[in-house]
């Protein structure tokens, strides 16, 4: 089992910024990929970014590629997500995800889920 903690959310104008944190603990952080989802209200679940076990790898959607940033820190259990210029279209309940895959963009891929945090843009 892999337990995942988010924080960071918020409420924040259109072009700011948010860092949004995910904390894993049970077992060995460094073996999973990791990615960060979305759900808007109405809307299905959809990737936002995602990240290989190692780093070395990254994925962005669309909508968000050159605002916002997916890190992680081995040593810590954490993987970040820095969000930047942000647009209203981005409000939405933000979920960290972990699986032990080399096809992190696929949302099946994931096992275990946090329970999410709210961010919200205003215009």
């Known amino acids: 089992q892999v337990q995942l903690v988010e924080s960071g959310g918020g409420l924040v104008q259109a072009g700011g910024s948010l860092r949004l944190s995910c904390a894993a603990s049970g077992r060995t952080f460094s073996n999973y990929a990791m990615g960060w989802f979305r759900q808007a209200p109405g809307k299905e679940r959809e990737i936002v970014a995602a990240i290989a076990w190692s780093g070395t790898s990254t994925y962005y959607a669309d909508s968000v590629k050159g605002r916002f940033t997916i890190s992680r820190d081995n040593a810590k259990n954490t993987v970040y997500l820095q969000m930047n210029r942000l647009k209203p279209e981005d409000t939405a309940v933000y979920y960290c995800?972990?699986?032990?895959?080399?096809?992190?963009?696929?949302?099946?891929?994931?096992?275990?889920w946090g329970q999410g945090t709210q961010v919200t843009v205003s215009s």
């Open positions: 995800a972990a699986g032990r895959t080399v096809y992190y963009t696929l949302r099946n891929q994931y096992d275990y």
